[in-house]
Structures are given as C-alpha cells and as structure tokens.
C-alpha cells in the first residue's frame, strides 16, 4: 500500500531543548496509524510540524505528502493539502451555533453575504455523516462534549479531508461516546480517510490501530503493526517508558481506619436553572488512609458533588451535612473548606487547577500563601525552598522550580497542582479525574501520590472515568446515576460489570419512576 506522509529525521529545537530528534514516521494510504508515548515525548509538536504551526523554516527534516515534498508555512497552507488537526482543547465558540462553527473561517457566501440556506443543508449532510441528529442551530453551548466532538470532525469533513489528525480524542468523553468516536474512525477508514491518531488509553489504540509507532525522549523509538499477533499493551508500555512495567497499581501500603468525612443528605441545584437538581440526597464517609471512589456516567453528577462540597463552587440551593471527625462544617465558601481540611484537584487543569501563566513556584504556593509570609510579606527563599521540596518529592520534571507551568507536559502540570494542594496539609483530599490526559507511566507516578498519603492517614475521594483505574486503586466505590448515589461496593465486590448492572439497574428503575 502506498504511503500518504512520510516525515523523515524531523529535527525540531526550541531555547535550550531538542523537543524531537530525526523522528521517522510513515502513514500509509487508509490506514489508522497511532501515535503513543509519555507526555512530553514530543507527540503534540510532531504534529504541529506537520500542520504547520511548526512552519517549515523552523525545523530539520522533510515532509513527503502525496510524494511532494512539502513546506507549510501555516494551518492553512497544510488544510488546503487536505491534513486537519483536532487538537485535545476544543476550538468551538461556545455561544455559536452548530453550522456557524463548522463554516467559521470558511462561510458559505457570495459578495460578503452568507447563504445561510446553503450553510444549514451542508451542514446538516455534514451532520449526518458522524451521526449526528441535533439542529444546524443549537448552540455548542447547550450539547455536550461527546457531541462537539463529532462537531469537530464534521469541521474537519467540511474541508474535504484526507488525512485526520485527532489528538486525545476520548480524553473528555465517556465510555459510550468514546466507542460511538472510535467507530467512526473505522468507518472513515473503510470509506478510504488515512487518519492519525494521538492516544494514552492504549486499549482504545488497540481496537482501531493498524500500526502504532512509539516516541521517546523526541526520538521514534519502534513502529508495531497491530495486524500482526502478540503486540499487547505490555509490548508498548514497554516501548513507551523503555522498561517493562509489569504492575499498573502500586500494591496498597495503607491502613484504614475510623471515619474521618461524612457527608449526609447533600442536595445541589443546578447554578442557572435553579428548579433543576443535580445532585438528590448523596451520602457518604471517607475513613482515615482510605482511598474511595465515586463511578458513573458522564452526567451523573460526580464533579458538582465534588465542587459543591469544596466551599460551594458550583450549584445553588445546596443543602445538608459535612461532618470532620464528627463535628458539622461550614462551607460556604472555598476559603472555609480549605481552613477545614478540604481540598480539590479539579479535573480541568489547565483552567481552574493552575495560573498557566506563573512559575512552578507561584503555582504550589497559591493555596497556602500564609505559610511562606510573615505579616503579610512573602518570603521568596522560602516559598522556592517549598516548590523545589515539592519537586524533588513528587518527581516533576522541569529544567528549574521558576520554569512557567504551561511549558510543562499533562503529568507535570498535574504534579503542581497535586503539590500545590498537598503544601495546605488537608485532611480529606477530592480527586476529580486525576490521570486525564497522562500516560501510562506518569499514570504509575501519581497512583504512588496517591497510595503514599493514604499510608500517612489522608483520606481520599476519587473521581474517575475510567473503571480499571477505580477498581485498581479504591477500598470502596460508591456509584451514582442522575444525581443520585445508588449503591457501595467493597474493592472485593467491584467490577466493572457490577458498577455497570447497578448504574443500568438504577436507570430502567428511574425511567419506570418517571412513567409513573
């Protein structure tokens, strides 16, 4: 089959770092080829190199596409050849509607007048071809992530592509759209799209992969073809962090003990409309060096149960109990849950976990200014004595504590935020996807974080998407569907196909309910 990229010994040099090092890469016509490795491997600017961010005077080495060789001095030079790239962070104007998304930058009009007719039917061909059913004029704001996914690629479909670049695709989705994405790349594939993906959930690599290649350190370090039999997950893994990595879950340190956090009967509306419930009636306790787990769907209300515990960050109306070793807390507000022992790492890093924009410094000690400053005045030695303890603790990879966080990979940034919080000495600590977006390796890192403060009597609430992750690293697992925590499984009783039965038990039981 012949090939449609070929990027040959791609050199790409930023101040004081090589970023890649005569990277290789070849994707053949049709194919669906994965590419794998640590945050900071060099993945993302590979792919920057090739859509033209990256322009072509700013790196060493060739790309052959439709065997040309190419010089892309921007996006649009590489769009106009037919490569898209859907980048992890979605580029939707939320307040626009489906079809002015799709067509912005590209309107459908004559003589400075859009044919909003022409706009509507091409978009809702569009539509149709990712399996989409909603209105050309609902706005991204009223759908969810799953679907301004497929709003993307849609984008993407509408500047006839060839090649489809996705990056982190799945991150933000559940498992049901994450299969629904997945599908759809096979479809494009069968209908002849060359499609690259970029991935950490290498199960997801496996079912849609023909061929994965591995970068390291910006080197490519081994291309798998997944046609072949006996490449399985530890094959890669291995490739990827360049050691076997036998075991996903540190083996648990910690001893439980009495209870610690206590939430009764807690009730949260919604923040805008204020008749709707998002959360119905949810308690649960947390002991002394446990680590518990909430499942559910996306929607089930996890995170705003979460956030309306830390100080009231979202909802309205909210009511009910939270209990510290016993005695009823107040809080109102973020400043009170942080003086009582709480703490949040939200899932959303890059927005509300960090000041991207400040140094690994400035960001650990945002939580805790009282304790590096004496009346007020903040005393510089020691608040970068207190970030380099974090770093060396922690393991953040970084060139000094004052380099700015948003040069730092996914699992690095998820460290500082980690630090951070740990540097305010809570006594309960909210974890709210804390691996999304970080690989295998850095994954092993954190779940160790984890592990070692439970062993030092933290007690942990953990959110995740992912059920092996739940079920690998909770003592306990509480469920919930529609606002509502329907069942608590022992790490003895949880399952995957546990979690599941009670999640679809509870909505045929909710369904009836309503029918009623």
């Known amino acids: 089959m012949a090939a449609i990229l070929e990027m040959r010994q791609i050199t790409k040099t930023f101040p004081g770092v090589k970023a890649l090092n005569n990277v290789n890469l070849t994707v053949e016509e049709g194919e669906i080829h994965a590419i794998v490795g640590e945050n900071g491997a060099g993945k993302s600017t590979l792919m920057k190199v090739l859509s033209g961010v990256h322009p072509a ?14 010089s892309f001095k921007n996006i649009s030079d590489s769009e106009d050849k037919g490569i898209i790239i859907i980048h992890q962070e979605l580029a939707l104007v939320p307040q626009l509607s ?11 009009a004559k003589a400075g007048l859009i044919n909003w007719e022409t706009t509507f039917k091409k978009t809702q061909e569009l539509l149709h071809k990712v399996g989409l059913t909603d209105s050309p004029d609902s706005l991204i704001y009223d759908i969810g992530v799953g679907k301004q996914q497929l709003v993307e690629i849609a984008k993407a479909l509408s500047k006839n592509v060839r090649l489809l670049i996705l990056d982190e695709p799945t991150a933000s989705l559940n498992e049901k759209d994450s299969d629904a994405l997945l599908d759809l790349m096979l479809e494009f594939k069968r209908a002849g799209m060359s499609s690259i993906l970029i991935s950490h959930k290498l199960n997801e690599v496996r079912k849609v992969a023909d061929t994965i290649t591995v970068i390291r350190d910006g080197e490519s370090v081994k291309t798998l073809d997944c046609r072949e039999d006996g490449i399985d997950e530890k094959e890669i893994v291995k490739h990827m962090v360049g050691r076997p990595l036998e075991d996903r879950f540190p083996e648990k340190t910690a001893t439980v003990g009495e209870v610690v956090f206590e939430v009764n009967n ?3 509306y919604h923040h805008l ?11 649960l306790n947390v002991r002394r060096g446990e680590v518990v787990g909430i499942a559910g769907l996306m929607g089930a209300g996890r995170t705003e149960l979460a956030m309306s515990l830390f100080g009231q960050s979202y909802g309205k109306n909210i009511s009910g ?16 849950a942080v003086q009582s022992g709480l703490a949040y790492v939200t899932e959303d890093r890059k927005n509300y976990g960090l000041v991207l924009i400040e140094d690994i410094v400035r960001n650990i000690s945002l939580a805790n200014l009282d304790g590096i400053s004496k009346r007020g005045i903040i005393d510089d030695t020691g608040e970068s004595g207190v ?21 730092l990979s996914g699992g690095n940034q998820q460290k500082v935020v980690l630090s951070k919080w740990l540097y305010s000495d809570p006594e309960v600590l909210i974890l709210d996807e804390p691996t999304r977006g970080i690989d295998v390796g850095a994954k092993y890192e954190i779940y160790s974080i984890i ?50 039965s009670m999640i679809m038990k509870a909505g045929d039981k909710q369904h009836v309910d309503a029918i009623v």
């Open 321 to 336: 109990e939270a209990l510290l070793h016993g005695k009823k807390l107040s809080l109102r507000t973020v400043s009170e």
């Open 273 to 283: 409309k204020q008749d709707r419930q998002i959360v119905k009636n949810a308690s």
């Open 387 to 407: 970030a380099e303890r974090y770093r060396k603790d922690l393991n953040i990879k970084c060139s000094n504590v004052y380099q700015k966080t948003v040069n």
């Open 266 to 268: 807690w009730n949260v």
């Open 451 to 500: 592990d070692k403060l439970a062993a030092e009597g933290k007690s942990v609430l953990m959110i995740s998407s992912e059920m092996p992750e739940l079920l690998g690293m909770c003592d306990r697992i509480y469920v919930m569907n529609e606002g509502e925590i329907i069942g608590e499984l022992t790490a003895k009783e949880a399952s995957q196909e546990a979690i599941m």
């Open 98 to 108: 489906i079809a002015e998304n799709i067509f912005l930058g590209n309107e459908q």
């Open 57 to 70: 005077d700013s790196y060493e080495g060739d790309i052959v596409y439709d065997g040309q060789v190419q």
